[in-house]
């Protein structure tokens, strides 16, 4: 039989969102448990951790892009709180731009229509010819016909940032219960915390979900309060850059690069320590993670395209991981049908971006009742109207 634990916050999942969820709610003086049975190695360990919210941004996204970019403006103090809340760690941050590059007449007629709507936007983009790109950045293919800059899109390593985020919240006296969630405890209609598989009853003044891919799954939850999360798989290949040798020794890739390839979005990330992350396939296959010989070959195939010399360098891993994606791919950030669950979830391809906003913005809701401004639009109240529907369809 478990033991059992009293919480004022219940945080179930313990990725890179739960985990700064729980830090910040706990920086307020709250005492919070997160139940996750390896914390920090969710999602995060596949993402490139690319913080791109201008050079991610899609038509018709605005608010998420204004969420992105509350963001990323307070990346560097937060990884700087971090790195002296969790005794030293390291995030691997990198302040180093993204360079958007078209590889044919289509591609640079799209790119072209992008920078023109980032610009209605007042964001700062930069056009470049694809001379001035191959200056930046001269292992790209010859045949480039052009880029926009976005030297306010930065980088950080995943990887670390979930250790860091784990240190931190040990060290802030948040209880990590390494076990899965057996079952959402409900009591009166409103959730009561959570009983894990190892028999411990965890009650709660309040429970969020931030199971990442599986909130919509957690056993437990009545039918009102099921959130649309999906995973969508992602592939991810790890190599190792070498110096390219020459008169002025440099190295393979400076920043982060994004292209369209055949019709499919890529991105290289170049890490501080010499790895290079290449992405990734977008795969509605469940929950499967199995690594397959076509992902790993398109995304190579595809590569080679953007960066010839890419195919000489060592493979040094390969990573499949799942998103949570939602509907609107948008994510659910707030109070749920079930009094007292709140969500932090379906953040799908900007989890590591939306980071530092999310931990800020439930913590605040957490102490004061309500969400910032900025939050406010990404409530799971949005999809009511639809809730029969996805039901239906799950």
Known sequence: MGTDIRTDVLVVGGGIIGLAVAWRTAQRGLSVTVLDPDPGHGANQVAAGMLAPVTELQYGEEPLLRLGIASNTR???????LTEASGG?????????????????????????VHAFQQRLGLTTEWLTGRECRRLEPMLAPDVRGGTLVAEDHQVDGRRLGAALVAAC??????????????????GDRAAGAVAEDGTRIAAGRTVLAAGSWSGELPGLPPEARLPVRPVKGQVLRLRMET??????????SRNVRAVVRGCHIYVVPRENGELVLGATSEEQGFDTTVTAGGVYELLRDARELLPGITELPLAETNAGLRPGTPDNAPLLGPTALPDLIAATGHYRNGVLLTPVTGDAIAELLTTGSLPPEAAPFTPERFAAHRPVLETSR
């Open 244 to 253: 390219v040798q020459g008169p002025l020794p440099m190295p393979f890739l």
């Open 170 to 187: 040990e060290r802030a006296g948040v209880t990590l219960h390494r076990s899965r969630a057996a079952t959402l405890a409900v009591t």
């Open 75 to 81: 990346y560097a103090d937060f990884v700087a709180e």
């Open 89 to 113: 760690l390291s995030t691997g941050y990198r302040r180093c731009g993204t360079l958007a590059v078209a590889l044919d007449a289509d591609d640079r007629a799209e790119l072209r229509e």
